[in-house]
């Protein structure tokens, strides 16, 4: 039994869900998102403003999709009412990102800079050494944010590269000297 697919999502105050055939849509103050769901494994009720999951038979994969299914509408109404936001922090002399045009540019300590192209439904902001991203779909600004991570990760010894902020960098001792 899944504990996240057993429990009532309760839909906020001025968000609209609809099912259509496979198809959930969430619209909210902050913008519409839509997902496909396999319907022939778990049923998806709207209900009173409540929306229920229940499995159609005991089935592995049908368990094992009962509460992702669950988790996926949760995180889709907090994106249409709150939204979501990642902080990266680039630390090394000379590091430093721009955003130029639908673009982002990073000077990470290579003889080239870094460009990335910004997704549609994700903003990113920059401001000294922060990089905020933000948007409405979690899996976008999450996996973007990690992208950019990815670019130059943080190094042991110095700390140097981007890593998000509050995360903690397991730092090595250097050589001695005797």
Sequence with gaps: MSRVGKQ????????????????????????????????????IEIKDKEITFVPKNEEIATRALWGTYASHVKN???????????????????????????DIKMLLGFSHPVMMTIPENVSVVVEKNIITVSGIDKEAVGEFAANIRAKKKPEP??????????EYIRRKQGKKSV
């Design 76 to 102: 889709m109404l907090e994106g249409v009412t709150k939204g979501y936001e990642k902080k990266l922090e680039i630390e090394g002399v000379g590091y430093r990102a721009e955003i130029t045009g639908k």
């Design 157 to 166: 010894y110095k700390g140097k590269g981007i890593h998000y902020v509050g």
């Design 8 to 43: 009532i999502v309760e839909i906020p105050q001025g968000v609209e869900v609809t099912l259509s055939g496979k198809t959930l849509n969430v619209k909210g103050p902050k913008g519409t998102l839509t997902r496909d769901f396999k319907t022939n494994l778990v049923s």
